[in-house]
């Protein structure tokens, strides 16, 4: 299950973050997209593997905490997408997919000439369609 | 890489891995040394280090080197055991404590910016406890049965010169008894080095008797294994030392000077060289020995193939042993533990290769024999040899895993084993700025006890912050988490000094959720240890939580008051985040010349005004035109340099205040901070332009209390802002001297408990001024700064009884009050309106009568009729010369309102006067009004008018009346022509067409009345009473005839039908073939007093034709006659009028064909055009009205007839001339060949006027010099006879 999706903007200031748990644990997963910026910055930095990642927007798992796993993306326009999922095994095809449409959204999302860049994302149509890609993820894999 | 025993893990080990010396005294020895406030131990423990010592060594395969560092470490035998777990766990506990009350960060630092933390060095940003306590940690393990460093390698028995038979004191110290469990349990060998010492206090006499027991201990024991040892030789107790060497073994430095003041320089030397010569000459060869020994027997027994392999088989044969989890037991006699005691010993003397050796092929042993400590503890040590031998990195880290995780198999037992392990660990890993993995180690040492978990948390947070690049994010993460733990187990400074870390990185972040909880605990934990003001000073960044959900805004606001009530006292804030304060939409309100009746007026753009008045205010140049001169243009210099302001008038301030929470606050005393300096100090206009905080800070606090106190006056308002409300406040404040007066900002009291104030920043302001309209030069004075000169007489007005809300036609009169307050007269008064045909200025003499009733008909004929002159040019509406308005009286004036059209409409007024008081700096001021009124539509009235078939001068009008209301009821009173020159009466009487009494929501209503033309031709000279108005100009619609008429020419109802004609632009011009009507209808008023009175004005309503010609066929409808006789000669008349003003020349010209379909209703299209207000009505639909409708739908039908069906006979062209206003007959005869119906129509009238061309009528283009008609259809029916 997906607890956690955000999108961070190119300052690292969130931009949009929403929690699909119903325990009250939104500060700590907001610490641990936090947390997971410094990969991301790591990995960016230091493309140790560069060659037919060069080009690539899918970050892969950033790192494991005890109990979540963190995905991160980044566009070309530096905004940092991140995951974060208590399944144990997920399937990297499923996590791309899901960046993939969640980029789709953002674009979306961001076209609106009502939307300030770099400003939090208040669309309420955003945060629907956002809903329904994380309701659907790792559906795909299943049936 | 650096030296590895020169990193923090090398001095570390130095340190710890050394050879332990277990010491044994009498009571007396540690009663010798207690005088000098240490114990045999601590007076001995500053010389067991050495850094210098130089000691030959060979290795076992004899290759020499040297020891250049060394120490020992001195244990009683009674400390010689595992330590107990409680104890150690309350000493780490009090480390902690001691620590967080000296590491507490200073309340007024400020958290360290993250580019200082990052830029500082590591010893400086991490705390030194660390260290204390990670040693106090790694000591709970000490002693354990499985390691060997921990055994004692040597044994130093003590006995005081005093003590009887010292001999056998000797023999009975090392009783077994006294041993530690270790050696009893046989897990250690027994037979260690003894060394003896006899301790001699030199206070207690000559060392006689102590050379004497040591010649006997020499006998005894042998002659190099024995030493005296001389203390306490200075006798008065006062050595002073430039460094004590106790001074660190003693913590807290209260008794620092006593420690070792009996000790004389000869005895510390002394007690120098016997331990060195203990370590040197002792211990370290005896190590040498055994290391020697030892390896020989393991050669002997362990190494070689062949050994290996009977090794190998004969352990396999154990293997069903049951899994025993501290695995099989090893006494010091076994192989295994020999190998063990001669790694360590090999590890003490830096002889590493050796020790790995050895390490290396025990591991594999306790691996086989499932002897998971010892196997852990082998690759613990395992891994600390490779640290050291600096060779392969991995292979530490691997050892050290693997230790760190069997550690940690073994459960809760191995736990702290596995702590020490990790520690140890992450020394290596630091020592190779492998930073991150150091960090995630430190993570996984922290286990079930919350408090350590708490350190290694705050440790690995360090961790990221040294790793490269800097992981600031997870440093304060982890800080987060460690603050969290503190907190946990009641460490609130510690909690206080990691969160304060995690705050440098979280600040300037937008990271708010984050931010919000970090400020929050910190306050809470401030407040907690009593600390309000620190407290307070979090909590304030939360208070603008607006993105927090509503359960966090209470509990933040909540803990905030708490706080804040707890104190007792109230804060002063500068930068209240609560409510927020709008700088921007700061709004100054204030009233020079130009004064302002309402709030409204304000709001109103000061260009309108500007244009609106203009041709009322005197031009600058005109008003300096006096002996004043001078100080005018004194006065105009001040002026252009700053805003002008009254003494004794308000200021007003609008500034938007907005509540970001969900929950609603309340803030009282909002009110202005002012700052005034009685006299004109103009010279230094800079002294106050920059007011840093805390000057406001004094002057918010100040308030009115200061010496100035009278000098102004600022009004306080309370406010309740709901959930995301924003109010707009409005304060005010009145200089009362004169001066200058600066607004400076705003304060205000949240919850009655926090004061906050907030500065105008007049450089926002400024750039905001710049753009605005009133002064755009004045771009250096401040927008806040008033000149306040002296008071000034006011107008003040006020309109009574204008209603907000009215139906469209409603007329009212009301009345303007104006009132001066001071005693100075005015003068000149002007006044005017914005909208004449809303609005009309009546005069004075009307306020006593009553209206509407004033306005009815008078039933004596006897009042002269004034005609009224209507006011064309009355813009401005000068107030009578007398008229002095002074001394708090007041003057009504009446107006007079008439709601013309739906829709909202502002209405302005300003009244212009002049002081009287000629020395005053103004001289005239401006007073102005501004009112909305909504206009709701009532009563739609149209009209359609068409001539009378059969009459001259005289037509036939419908009207039509439709209730728009949605539920009021009217009466429809009164039906009027305006002028004089229509007569109205009705075709049905009323109670006929419309029984009831009011016109009810939605109804309509028709009705249909003649109208006559009356126009005689008068002359201009003539008597004006011929113009009154006829009486039947006017009919009643009502029924019953109770109620008098209203004169529509009277005064109000005059000007309002001249602004309404002038707004649809229509000329003032009469037209003889338009009418103007006037519907009056009555309503109950609201308040069930009187009677509303609605007037609705229909304008130019065309009558039937658009030409001054009108004329008439007349003749029989039906003629019977027999055509086998004869054919059938009829004759018709023709009535034609003149309705014009100027003589008319009329030609009628017949022709035999069938008119044109095209041509037959130009006249009827005109009219039709003309037909205002005209509604499409479903009901009406089948009501033939027009003649014209009739006439066309004939016509077509008739036209097809091929052939004319008659003739016209007798002349066919006529010409006759008309003078104006009068009437003709011509005679016209037609033949008739057939019966049947005809259509007498074809016949065309060509006018032309005379004498048109009066100036008049060119200019108003209306009139038509000439024009030609199609004839009227006339229908007429001819029947064969017989």
Not at chain 2, 485 to 497: E, G, N, P, S, T
Not at chain 2, 592 to 619: C, N, Q
Not at chain 2, 694 to 716: T, V, Y
Not at chain 2, 1130 to 1142: A, C, E, G, P
Request: one cysteine or more; proline letters at 4%.
């Amino acid at each position: 299950m997906i607890v956690c999706v955000a999108a961070v903007g190119q300052q690292n200031n969130p931009l949009y973050i929403q929690s699909f748990t119903e325990a009250d644990d939104a500060l700590k997963l907001h610490h641990i997209v936090h947390c997971s910026l410094d990969v991301v910055d790591e990995r960016v930095n230091n493309p140790k593997k560069s060659g037919p990642t060069l080009n690539e927007t899918f970050l892969g798992m950033l790192y494991p905490t005890e109990n979540y796993k963190v995905y991160g993306y980044l566009t070309n326009t530096k905004v940092k997408f991140i995951l974060v999922t208590t399944d144990l095994d997920v399937r990297d095809a499923d996590v791309r997919n899901f960046f993939s449409r969640f980029h789709a959204a953002y674009v979306d999302a961001v076209s609106n000439p009502f939307h300030v860049p770099g400003k939090k994302i208040t669309s309420r149509i955003f945060a629907d369609r956002v809903r329904n890609i994380v309701k659907s993820f790792g559906l795909s894999s299943t049936g | 890489m650096a030296d590895p025993a020169s990193s923090n893990l090398g001095r570390m080990l130095t340190d710890e891995i050394t050879p332990v010396v277990m010491v044994l005294r009498t009571p007396l020895v540690e009663e010798a040394t207690r005088k000098n406030g240490l114990s045999f131990i601590e007076l001995l423990n500053p010389f067991c280090a050495f850094n210098n010592i130089d000691v030959p060594v060979r290795t076992a395969s004899d290759q020499p080197y040297r020891l250049q560092k060394f120490k020992l470490r001195l244990f009683y035998a009674s400390d010689i055991a595992q330590p107990n777990i409680e104890v150690a766990k309350v000493r780490i506990k009090q480390v902690i404590t001691r620590a967080g009350e000296k590491d507490f960060p200073e309340v007024s630092s400020n958290p360290l910016a993250i580019e200082t933390v990052l830029g500082a060095t590591q010893h400086k940003v991490l705390p030194s406890w660390f260290q204390v306590f990670n040693q106090e940690l790694v000591h709970t393990v000490s002693f354990a049965e499985h390691e060997a460093f921990d055994h004692p390698v040597a044994c130093l028995l003590a006995v005081s010169s005093k003590d009887e038979e010292s001999i056998s004191k000797f023999v009975d110290l090392f009783n077994t008894n006294q041993l530690p469990s270790l050696i009893n349990d046989g897990a250690m060998d027994p037979k260690i080095l003894k060394h003896f010492v006899v301790v001699h206090d030199n206070q207690d006499g000559m060392p006689d008797r102590a050379t004497k027991v040591l010649t006997e201990m020499r006998n005894t024991f042998g002659a190099n294994n024995c030493r005296l040892l001389c203390i306490n030789s200075s006798r008065d107790g006062s050595v002073e030392r430039q460094e004590n060497p106790w001074a660190s073994c003693k913590s807290d430095g209260s008794q620092f000077q006593q420690l070792g003041c009996f000790l004389s320089l000869d005895d510390v030397d002394e007690l120098k060289n016997s331990m060195q010569d203990l370590s040197s000459k002792h211990i370290i060869p005896y190590m040498e020995q055994k290391i020697r020994v030892l390896n020989q027997q393991v050669s002997a027994t362990r190494k070689g193939f062949r050994n290996q392999i009977k090794n190998l088989w004969w352990r396999k044969g154990k293997e069903d042993v049951p899994d025993n989890p501290n695995g099989p037991t090893y006494t010091f006699n076994s192989v295994e533990f020999q190998i063990r005691v001669l790694g360590d010993y090999a590890f003490m003397l830096r002889d590493y290769e050796l020790a790995l050796s050895n390490y290396r092929l025990l591991s594999t042993d306790y691996k086989l024999d499932k002897a998971w400590k010892h196997y852990a503890g082998v690759q613990e040590m395992m891994g600390l040899t490779y640290f050291m031998l600096d060779q392969s990195r991995k292979d530490a880290e691997y050892c050290m895993e693997n230790a760190f995780s069997t550690y940690l198999k073994l459960g809760s037992s191995g736990h702290r084993n596995a702590t020490r392990c990790g520690l140890w660990w992450v020394e290596i890993l630091k020592a190779r700025d492998q930073h991150k993995d150091a960090a995630s180690v430190y993570f996984r040492i922290s286990g079930e006890e919350p408090l350590h978990s708490a350190v290694m948390l705050e440790q690995a947070s360090y961790c990221y912050l040294f790793s490269t690049p800097p992981l600031l994010r997870k440093y304060g993460f982890h800080l987060v988490l460690a603050g969290d733990l503190y907190k946990k187990c009641d460490q609130v400074k510690h909690a206080i000094r990691t969160y304060r870390g995690a705050l440098s990185v979280f600040k300037g972040t937008t990271w708010n959720h984050i931010k919000d909880q970090v400020h929050f605990h910190i306050g809470k934990w401030y407040a907690f240890l009593g600390m309000s003001d620190v407290a307070i000073e979090h909590m304030l960044e939360i208070l603008a939580c607006g993105h927090q959900s509503k359960s966090t805004q209470e509990l933040f606001l909540r803990d905030f008051f708490q706080v804040v009530q707890n104190t007792g006292k109230t804060f002063d804030v500068l930068k209240l985040q609560l409510p927020v304060i709008n700088v921007n939409s700061v709004k100054v309100v204030f009233e020079d010349h130009r004064t302002y009746a309402s709030e409204t007026a304000t709001s109103v753009k000061e260009g309108f005004w500007h244009s609106f008045e203009e041709d009322m205010i005197p031009l600058l140049s005109s008003m300096r035109s006096n002996w004043l001169e001078s100080h005018g243009k004194n006065f105009t210099q001040k002026y252009k340099e700053s805003n002008i302001c009254v003494a004794g008038e308000v200021i007003r301030v609008h500034v938007e205040l907005k509540n970001p929470l969900q929950i609603p606050i309340s803030v009282s005393n909002v009110s202005l901070i002012c700052e005034h300096s009685s006299g004109s100090d103009e010279t230094n206009p800079d002294l106050n332009s920059s007011i840093d905080n805390d000057q406001l800070r004094k002057l918010a606090i100040n308030g009115k209390i200061g010496a100035e106190a009278s000098s102004f006056l600022s009004g306080e308002i309370d406010l309740r802002l709901g959930a995301g409300e924003t109010v707009v406040a409005q304060l005010s404040v009145i200089a009362n001297i004169e001066g200058t007066l600066e607004i400076v900002g705003v304060r205000w009291k949240l919850s009655g408990s926090v004061s906050g104030f907030c500065k105008f920043d007049s450089d926002i302001l400024k750039k905001k001024f710049a753009r605005g309209k009133r002064k755009s030069k004045k771009s250096s004075g401040n927008y806040l700064k008033f000149l306040v000169i002296k008071s000034l007489p006011k107008l003040e007005g006020f309109v009574h009884h204008l209603p907000e809300t009215v139906y469209a036609g409603d007329m009212r009169r009301l009345s303007l009050e104006l009132r001066n307050p001071s005693n100075t007269p005015l003068k000149n008064l002007k006044m005017k309106v914005s909208h004449p045909r809303f609005l009309n200025i009546g005069d004075q003499d009307v306020m006593e009568m009553e209206f509407p009733s004033c306005l009815e008909k008078k039933r004596s004929s006897a009042e002269v009729y004034v005609p009224v002159k209507t006011c064309k040019a009355r813009t401005v509406f000068s107030f009578p010369e007398d008229m002095v308005i002074c001394g708090d009286s007041t003057c009504l004036w009446p107006l007079y309102l008439r709601a013309a059209a739906p829709g909202n409409h502002s209405l302005y007024i300003t009244i212009y006067y002049e002081v009287g008081d000629a020395s005053s700096i103004m001289r005239y001021r401006v007073l102005r009004m501004h009112y909305n009124l909504e206009v709701l539509p009532s009563l739609d009235v149209s009209f359609q008018i068409s001539s009378h078939p059969s009459r001259l001068q005289e037509f036939l009008g419908r009207m039509d009346v439709i209730n728009r209301t949605s539920s009021e009821s009217f009466q429809v009173h009164q039906l009027s022509s305006v002028g004089n020159e229509w007569e109205i009466s009705l075709l049905q009487p009323m109670d006929t067409v419309f029984p009831a009494d009011f016109l009810m929501a939605g109804q309509a209503l028709s009705c249909f009345f003649k109208l006559k033309n009356c126009r005689k031709w008068v002359n201009a000279e003539d008597n004006p009473s011929s113009l009154v108005p006829s009486e039947k100009a006017d009919i009643r619609l009502v029924c019953g005839n109770g109620e008098a008429l209203f004169d529509t020419s009277r005064l109000p109802l005059v000007d309002f039908h001249h602004y309404e004609r002038l707004h649809q632009g229509i000329s003032d011009q009469d037209h003889q073939t338009t009418v103007d009507f006037i519907l009056i209808s009555q309503s109950q008023s609201d308040d069930k007093s009187g009677i509303n009175i609605f007037s609705h004005h229909a304008c130019d309503c065309s009558v039937g034709s658009s030409s001054p010609i009108w004329w008439l066929i007349e003749g029989p409808g039906t003629v019977t006659h027999n055509f086998a006789v004869d054919f059938c000669e009829i004759k018709l008349k023709m009535f034609i009028h003149n309705s014009s003003d100027v003589t008319a020349s009329v030609h009628i010209s017949t022709f035999d064909s069938a008119p044109t379909i095209d041509s037959l209703s130009t006249g009827a299209s005109v009219s039709s055009a003309n037909e205002a207000g005209w509604r499409d009505l479903s009901v009406l639909n089948d009501i033939k009205v027009t003649s014209d409708a009739v006439g066309n739908h004939s016509g077509k039908l008739l036209s097809p007839a091929s052939v004319s069906p008659f003739i016209w006979s007798g002349s066919s062209s006529n010409r006759v001339t008309l003078e104006p206003l009068s009437s003709t007959e011509i005679a016209l005869q037609i033949c008739v060949f057939s019966p049947g119906t005809y259509d007498v129509s074809n016949y065309s009238l060509h006018w032309s006027l005379f004498g048109s061309g009066d100036e008049d009528d060119k200019e108003t283009g209306l009139r038509l010099s000439s024009g030609t008609c199609e004839g009227h259809s006339y229908y007429l029916t001819v029947l064969q006879q017989g």
